[in-house]
Every structure is written in structure tokens, then in C-alpha cells.
């Protein structure tokens, strides 16, 4: 009995192996070898807020906001669930302790970042409280959280999932009915980066003043400037 092996692609992700066969009668027999099963993936939606406002109203998507607490705190989408993709590490081992007040001495003084760790309960968490066929929203505050925890989620069997590209900073005032004490978009900003933003509007406002004062009150402006104490 003669034999010949060859391989036939049925798909991207699925491959079936066949071995050839001739009997005695001269008939061709296919005899499968080696199989395996095909593995279904979903592909994740990225939309512009345009379009994921359509899939909460329309679609009926749930949102689920997986940005830390602060982030949520200071301003989240109505109604939306939150399942953080990172938690505030509050491990106690030296090096932990070492990045973690390096951390704090810059990037969380100056933005007002929490020192994080990745949640590792993060999709079981979502998978009690909901079922993989679920359509989820996900959203955070530049997009690259969403798109990993995405990853995680697709990986863990949920089929129905979408990202806002670019995160919620790029979600104009409006847009989405929202809790907190400042815009979507600016729910990412702490720290000193807020305080200097502050400072410096102040100041813009002050030196604008300024300049239109001298422009069209020149005669004023000089006999104030008459006025000042010299240096």
C-alpha cells in the first residue's frame, strides 16, 4: 500500500494534516493525521466618540472604564462600570519601596500619578460581572490601557468588545453625560502639571491686559509707568 503525506490549509488558524492512501482496488483514501482545532478570536472595534455614542444608545453597549481610581474619581462616564487594569502597588519590598518613592518625587508630584501595579484579578473581575457574549465599551484616558486590557479580555473569550481611539482626552465637553468634578478630558491632569497651568493662565491673562491697556490708553499707561517707583 503506497502512502503520500501532505498538508491543506483550511484556514488561517486551522490546519489539517491528510495522508494520501491507494488500496488494493486502486481507490483513493484520505486518512486524516493530525488535527487542530480552530481557534476563534474576535477582532476589537476602535471608534471616535462619534461612533461609541452610537453603540451605547444604538448598540447597547455597556461602558467599562478601566483607568485607577483617581482618574475615575475626578470625572467618569454616567452609569459606566470600572474595573481598574492597574491598582496602586502597595508592596512593602525594598525595590518596590525604592521605585516607589522615586515615583512619587517626580512623575506623581508632577502629574499626580498613583504608583501602580497590573491588577491581577482584572478580568475575572469583569467576568463576574459579565458574560463573555457581553458588548463592552472600553474606556480609559489615552487609549493604551483599554486597548491592553481589550487584549486580555479577547484572549479570556469576550467576543463584543470597542475602544475609543485616542481615550477619553479626546472626548469633547458634552459628549458624554459624566460624574466628577472636572471634564472627561481633563481627568487625567494632577499634580503640579495643574497648578502650573493655573500660574500660567494667570499670567497670560494679566500680560494680555496689559498690552491692550498700552495699546489704546498710551497717554494713561505712560503716567503710570511716570508713576512707579525707579529701580
Same mark, same amino acid.
Given at each position: 500500500?503506497?502512502?503520500?503525506?501532505?498538508?491543506?490549509?483550511?484556514?488561517?488558524?486551522?490546519?489539517?494534516?491528510?495522508?494520501?492512501?491507494?488500496?488494493?482496488?486502486?481507490?483513493?483514501?484520505?486518512?486524516?493525521?493530525?488535527?487542530?482545532?480552530?481557534?476563534?478570536?474576535?477582532?476589537?472595534?476602535?471608534v471616535?466618540?462619534?461612533e461609541?455614542?452610537?453603540?451605547?444608545?444604538?448598540?447597547?453597549?455597556?461602558?467599562?472604564?478601566?483607568?485607577?481610581?483617581?482618574?475615575?474619581?475626578?470625572?467618569?462616564?454616567?452609569?459606566?462600570?470600572?474595573?481598574?487594569?492597574?491598582?496602586?502597588?502597595?508592596?512593602?519590598?525594598?525595590?518596590?519601596?525604592?521605585?516607589?518613592?522615586?515615583?512619587?518625587?517626580?512623575?506623581?508630584?508632577?502629574?499626580?500619578?498613583?504608583?501602580?501595579?497590573?491588577?491581577?484579578?482584572?478580568?475575572?473581575?469583569?467576568?463576574?460581572?459579565?458574560?463573555?457574549?457581553? %458588548?463592552?465599551? *472600553? !474606556?480609559?484616558?489615552? &487609549?493604551?490601557? =483599554? /486597548?491592553?486590557?481589550?487584549?486580555k #479580555?479577547?484572549? @479570556?473569550?469576550?467576543?463584543?468588545?470597542?475602544?475609543?481611539?485616542?481615550?477619553?482626552?479626546?472626548?469633547?465637553?458634552?459628549?458624554?453625560?459624566?460624574?466628577?468634578?472636572?471634564?472627561?478630558?481633563?481627568?487625567? %491632569?494632577?499634580? *503640579? !502639571?495643574?497648578?502650573? &497651568?493655573?500660574? =500660567? /493662565?494667570?499670567?497670560?491673562?494679566? #500680560?494680555?491686559? @496689559?498690552?491692550?491697556?498700552?495699546?489704546?490708553?498710551?497717554?494713561?499707561?505712560?503716567?503710570?509707568?511716570?508713576?512707579?517707583?525707579?529701580?
Amino acid at each position: 500500500m503506497a502512502g503520500l503525506c501532505f498538508c491543506t490549509a483550511l484556514s488561517s488558524r486551522r490546519t489539517t494534516w491528510l495522508v494520501l492512501e491507494t488500496n488494493l482496488a486502486g481507490n483513493m483514501l484520505y486518512r486524516p493525521l493530525h488535527k487542530r482545532s480552530m481557534v476563534i478570536r474576535a477582532e476589537v472595534n476602535y471608534v471616535n466618540t462619534e461612533e461609541a455614542k452610537k453603540l451605547i444608545s444604538v448598540d447597547r453597549y455597556a461602558v467599562l472604564d478601566v483607568r485607577d481610581k483617581s482618574q475615575y474619581d475626578r470625572a467618569h462616564i454616567k452609569s459606566c462600570y470600572h474595573v481598574p487594569l492597574f491598582i496602586e502597588n502597595k508592596d512593602n519590598d525594598l525595590g518596590t519601596v525604592v521605585k516607589r518613592t522615586v515615583h512619587n518625587n517626580f512623575a506623581g508630584l508632577l502629574f499626580g500619578l498613583l504608583f501602580t501595579k497590573l491588577n491581577p484579578n482584572f478580568v475575572q473581575s469583569v467576568k463576574s460581572q459579565f458574560s463573555t457574549d457581553s %458588548k463592552l465599551l *472600553l !474606556v480609559c484616558q489615552e &487609549g493604551l490601557r =483599554s /486597548a491592553a486590557a481589550a487584549n486580555k #479580555l479577547e484572549e @479570556a473569550g469576550f467576543q463584543n468588545l470597542a475602544c475609543i481611539t485616542s481615550g477619553l482626552q479626546s472626548v469633547k465637553p458634552g459628549t458624554f453625560d459624566s460624574v466628577g468634578s472636572t471634564e472627561l478630558q481633563n481627568a487625567g %491632569k494632577a499634580g *503640579l !502639571v495643574t497648578i502650573q &497651568g493655573k500660574i =500660567s /493662565a494667570v499670567l497670560g491673562t494679566v #500680560l494680555i491686559c @496689559a498690552f491692550l491697556f498700552i495699546t489704546f490708553f498710551p497717554e494713561q499707561a505712560e503716567k503710570l509707568l511716570q508713576m512707579a517707583p525707579a529701580s
